[in-house]
């Protein structure tokens, strides 16, 4: 590779870096207001504001990196749409780095809130009551949850979001569906399912916004129940939202080309 295509590539992976980060900064952002302050949103305005997060860092990366922005979709561009394969690991942390440092960036600008909450509710990192807190920054199990359930919806979920996304990408249907209309139907997309589905706690589609801040979390005093919460499961929580949208979307995305695609 000469060293043009090393810059297009760094450059790419930088946009994919700063296009993840943003749907993080955004849509955590939202969670955290709501969560700590005296803004509260309703599950409607989160969702909301989550797909205009996610709307927006397409728009912001398209024309440069084509806005993956999701290890799940870098995957199944690689597998079924000739992605190069070069870029899959580089964008793939880009994108998980990109989730992790704007999730310390969110924790620094309300590092203040954080501890005040903590202090007034006797919060101590890394035990039951803690994981109201974390569960801000990414999903945790609900009580009495059984892991093959959360599996499947989350796969279920993934499945039916990315089957809708190649639709709405399908070349054939620009002539309907302009090409710059397409982020905001995805970023409505995303809200839509966050909206109706989001009562599910486990809901995530990309690996990324989950295990960035996750990683993040278990430097800060959650250490290794960041990722398997505060269960004996045999099976750690933190797969089923970074494994299962992977397994999800490239099943979803199999099924399209196969049965729907024209």
């Known amino acids: 590779m000469n060293l043009r295509g090393k810059n297009k590539i760094f450059q790419q992976c930088i946009i994919e870096f700063l296009g993840t980060g943003l749907i993080i900064f955004f849509s955590i952002g939202c969670l955290v207001t709501s969560k700590l302050t005296n803004f509260h949103m309703s599950q409607y305005e989160i969702g909301m504001i989550w797909g205009f997060s996610v709307a927006l860092s397409i728009y912001f990366s398209i024309s440069i990196s084509g806005a993956h922005l999701n290890p799940a979709i870098t995957i199944f561009l690689w597998l079924f749409?000739?992605?190069?394969?070069?870029?899959?690991?580089?964008?793939?942390?880009?994108?998980?780095?990109?989730?992790f440092f704007f999730t310390i960036l969110i924790?620094?600008?309300y590092y203040n809130i954080l501890i005040s909450f903590e202090h007034k509710y006797n919060i101590i990192r890394?035990?039951?009551?803690s994981f109201q807190l974390a569960s801000i920054f990414c999903v945790y199990p609900q009580k009495n949850y059984i892991f093959i359930d959360d599996f499947i919806k989350e796969a279920i979920i993934s499945i039916i979001f990315?089957?809708?996304?190649?639709?709405i990408n399908d070349k054939k249907n620009f002539f309907i569906i302009q090409k710059t209309t397409s982020p905001f139907l995805i970023g409505m997309l995303v809200a839509i399912i966050n909206i109706s589905?989001?009562?599910?706690?486990?809901?995530?589609?990309?690996?990324?916004?989950?295990?960035?801040?996750?990683?993040?979390?278990?430097?800060?005093?959650?250490?290794?129940?960041?990722?398997?919460?505060?269960?004996?499961?045999?099976?750690?929580?933190?797969?089923?939202?970074?494994?299962?949208?992977?397994l999800g979307i490239n099943l979803g995305g199999w099924i399209y080309k196969k049965f729907i695609k024209n």
Do not use: C
């Open 81 to 99: 749409d000739k992605f190069n394969k070069k870029k899959v690991i580089p964008y793939i942390i880009s994108q998980i780095f990109g989730a």
């Open 107 to 109: 924790y620094y600008m």
């Open 126 to 129: 890394g035990t039951k009551e």
């Open 162 to 167: 990315i089957i809708i996304l190649m639709r």
């Open 197 to 246: 589905l989001g009562s599910l706690n486990n809901v995530t589609l990309n690996p990324a916004h989950d295990l960035g801040p996750r990683i993040f979390l278990s430097f800060i005093g959650w250490g290794k129940l960041a990722f398997t919460g505060l269960n004996n499961s045999t099976f750690p929580y933190f797969l089923i939202p970074t494994v299962t949208p992977i």
